[in-house]
T-cell receptor
Framework: DAGVTQSPTHLIKTRGQQVTLRCSPK?????VSWYQQALGQGPQFIFQ???????QRGNFPDRFSGHQFPNYSSELNVNALLLGDSALYLC?????????????FGPGTRLTVL | AQKITQTQPGMFVQEKEAVTLDCTYD???????LFWYKQPSSGEMIFLIY??????QNATEGRYSLNFQKARKSANLVISASQLGDSAMYFC????????????FGKGTKLTVNP
């Protein structure tokens, strides 16, 4: 049973560039959530996708956008990168209408903005 | 708004001993879930244990147990028989049922297991 996968593992970009991160959910899951984890902090919720729609959004600017595909995989796009966007980006998948709806995380993508 | 507080930035424990990691939460909602995750240096968040707000029994998963005290709004993680591989960051998180779908995390506790 494949878990949550993310690509790429590491990424280095310069200020002003754009980046796309990818996530494939755990088998059987229909919901994908994205989190940003700055160094020394707990993860912060960016947004969640279900049925190809953004279901909820955290306190992040419009530079952060996403997409969910019919196979439930998801992308996170960040435009006009800032130094402060350097972080570990975690994708989590879950089954929305289950009793426990535990979110299972992928290994993350470590983004460095120079 | 929901908030998770983890007051122990770092904890040390001897191998084979038990350790308790503290977590307190704040919410006005009646239905919520509490989670503990382990994050090794590799970065992946590993789900450990879940406690629902209406669960009367404390959750257990192998060497992990959750000491849930609803009136005190605490959800401490107990790791029994610590192993060297338990050294990692540990995060407590909360999700309110039927409303916000997001997980709210604490700042984490770094656990070091000494041989």
């Amino acid at each position: 049973d494949a878990g949550v996968t993310q690509s790429p593992t590491h990424l280095i970009k310069t200020r002003g560039q754009q980046v796309t991160l990818r996530c494939s959910p755990k088998s059987g899951h229909d919901t994908v959530s994205w989190y940003q984890q700055a160094l020394g902090q707990g993860p912060q919720f960016i947004f969640q996708y279900y049925e190809e729609e953004e279901r909820q959004r955290g306190n992040f600017p419009d530079r952060f956008s996403g997409h969910q595909f019919p196979n439930y995989s998801s992308e996170l796009n960040v435009n006009a990168l800032l130094l402060g966007d350097s972080a570990l980006y975690l994708c989590a998948s879950s089954l929305l209408w289950s009793d426990q709806d535990t979110q299972y995380f992928g290994p993350g993508t470590r983004l460095t903005v120079l | 708004a929901q908030k998770i507080t983890q007051t122990q930035p770092g904890m040390f424990v001897q191998e084979k001993e038990a350790v308790t990691l503290d977590c307190t939460y704040d919410t006005s909602d009646q239905s919520y879930g509490l989670f503990w995750y382990k994050q090794p240096s590799s970065g992946e968040m590993i789900f450990l244990i879940y406690q629902g707000s209406y669960d009367e029994q404390n959750a257990t998963e192998g060497r992990y147990s959750l000491n849930f005290q609803k009136a005190r709004k605490s959800a401490n993680l107990v790791i029994s028989a610590s192993q060297l591989g338990d050294s990692a960051m540990y995060f407590c998180a909360m999700r309110v049922r039927g409303g916000s779908e997001k997980l709210v995390f604490g700042k984490g506790t770094k656990l070091t297991v000494n041989p």
